[in-house]
């Protein structure tokens, strides 16, 4: 299964983002997934996560300002608000039960 994010861009400190990853198969309903980021010189982190039912689950430094959604049997979004410059990253869509990544797409944020 192939995934595509976008959405991704240059926003000011305090902006707002909706990333969005389709799936080339409907597998949200189906396999949980997440959104995952790495910044430059740091190891890939997980952002938040939802399951094949609607429990979800997020990075302490993101809880209340980033809302993991499934918009669909094949349309995943991250919607970001009050982005922080230690926001900026490239961010990844993933499936673990299929073991699929995304390409990623980049989030910067300036100060």
């Known amino acids: 299964v192939q995934l595509v994010e976008s959405g991704g861009g240059l926003v000011q400190a305090g902006g707002s983002l909706k990333l969005s990853c389709v799936a080339s198969?409907?597998?949200?309903?189906?396999?949980?997934a997440s959104w995952y980021r790495q910044a430059p010189g740091k190891e890939r982190e997980l952002v938040a996560s939802i399951s094949s039912g609607h429990s979800t689950n997020y990075a302490d430094s993101v809880k209340g300002r980033f809302t993991i959604s499934r918009n669909s049997a094949n349309r995943l979004s991250l919607q970001m608000i009050s982005l922080k410059p230690e926001d900026t990253a490239v961010y990844y869509c993933?499936?673990?039960?299929?073991?699929?990544w995304g390409q990623g797409t980049q989030v910067t944020v300036s100060s």
């Open positions: 993933y499936c673990r039960d299929l073991g699929s």
């Open positions: 198969v409907n597998i949200f309903t189906i396999y949980g």
